[in-house]
């Protein structure tokens, strides 16, 4: 905006009573629809347009001596005394943005452009002229905060995506993981099978078989039967307690004569394979209540575990420890250990181990099983291993 000089306003006497502006000035002005108005050098209006002081809520005569900033909302005070100082300063025209708040407390928003007026190179007061852009700024307001919200919609669906891609990763894995349990349980099933199928024939086919023949063979025959039926048995249990929400028959019971009955269960097949097999156990009684059934095949189903992947000459350890609230059970073992990588993934469905590069013969709900029985019992378990140094299971279970 180009500075105004007071050569170009008349002295004239105008209608307004203002003997500083000449007709012309006001005549445009109160043709104009926006505010229009002059202030002094210390800031106090001399003129205001009728329509600006009717968008502002008062008559003309009401503004005339009032001060600028007694309209300018205190936020903004800061921002248009900076351009009021630079106007003063650099005598050039300046713009800025300003909410005032009109006689019956509206808050308006204003696009202000304002010039100095000098009188012999020396400014003696401000013209401006403002217009409403409340709406304008609402619309900006709004427009702010739907980009705002554009911009989080959009994060978020950039994590829903990312969430989506995961769960597709995890259901394409799954999947993957229930094929290879289909694949092995067939496996599993068909051997012990093809074994009774093959030594039943044989009996039934050679008429010449001897009697020790036909009883080991019989022998084979019900081992295998034994086996086939804890597969199925273990199948249907694992079914049972992922639909059940508390599948448990809780009593109390004693949990030391328990470990002990299991472990006189393992002892010769831990001497079979000539691993040393001990109990580090309380002689006093130790009662629990849970589900005494499913805590005995979590002890059977780890030291199984032990047993099988523990070489010769190799050692197993049962250890109890009895706390105020809570009884703890150890099963360690000096076997083949399970690799670091596969430790996080042990007791997820349908996974089975890679140990020394070969996959273990099992249907991969074992150590599952396990994890959810003592889940169910508000019990926690943890597992440390050492791939050639061995593996330790840790349970432990609240007495109540």
Do not use: C, W
């Not at 769960?167 to 993957?176: A, T």
């Not at 024939?201 to 001897?210: F, G, M, N, Q, S």
């Amino acid at each position: 905006m180009e500075k105004i000089d007071n050569q170009n306003i008349d002295t004239k006497e105008n209608p307004n009573g203002n003997t500083e502006l000449s007709k012309e000035f006001l005549l445009v002005s109160e043709l104009s629809r926006d505010v229009v108005f002059v202030l002094n050098g210390e800031g106090f209006f001399k003129y205001i347009n009728k329509n600006g002081a009717r968008q502002l809520d008062y008559f003309p005569d009401e503004l005339n001596g009032k001060h600028f900033f007694d309209l300018v909302r205190e936020k903004d005070k800061l921002k248009v005394s900076e351009a009021f100082g630079k106007i003063l300063t650099e005598k050039t025209g300046k713009r800025f943005k300003s909410e005032l708040t009109s006689k019956f407390g509206n808050v308006l928003l204003f696009d202000v452009y304002a010039a100095p007026i000098e009188n012999g190179g020396k400014v003696e007061g401000l013209i401006a002229i403002a217009y409403d852009v409340t709406d304008l700024g609402k619309e900006e307001k709004k427009l702010k905060e739907l980009n705002a919200k554009l911009i989080e919609a959009n994060r978020i669906i950039s994590i829903e995506r990312d969430r989506a891609k995961q769960k597709i990763s995890v259901l394409e894995e799954l999947n993957s993981l229930k094929t290879d349990f289909i694949s092995n349980m067939s496996h599993e099933l068909r051997t012990p099978l093809a074994s009774i199928v093959g030594f039943a024939e044989t009996i039934d086919a050679d008429t010449e078989l001897t009697a020790d023949k036909i009883k080991e063979f019989n022998k084979i025959i019900l081992e295998e039967g034994k086996r086939l039926a804890k597969l199925i048995d273990d199948i249907l249990d694992f079914s049972k307690l992922e639909r059940d929400k508390e599948p448990l028959n809780k009593s109390e019971f004693d949990l030391i004569l328990t470990l002990k009955k299991i472990s006189k269960e393992f002892l010769p097949d831990a001497q079979k394979k000539n691993i040393s097999f001990s109990l580090e156990i309380p002689e006093a009684e130790i009662k629990i209540y849970a589900d005494k059934e499913r805590i005995t095949k979590v002890i059977k189903n780890l030291l199984s575990n032990a047993i099988k992947f523990t070489e010769p000459g190799g050692r197993v350890t049962l250890i109890v420890q009895d706390f105020l609230k809570e009884t703890e059970i150890i099963i360690s073992d000096t076997g083949i250990g399970i690799p670091q990588d596969e430790l996080p993934f042990i007791f997820e469905k349908f996974r089975k181990l890679e140990t020394r590069g070969k996959s273990t013969k099992s249907t991969g709900l074992g150590l599952v099983t396990v994890k959810k029985i003592i889940d169910l019992h508000k019990g926690l378990i943890r597992v440390k291993s050492e791939v050639n140094k061995g593996t330790t299971f840790i349970i432990r279970l609240p007495k109540n």
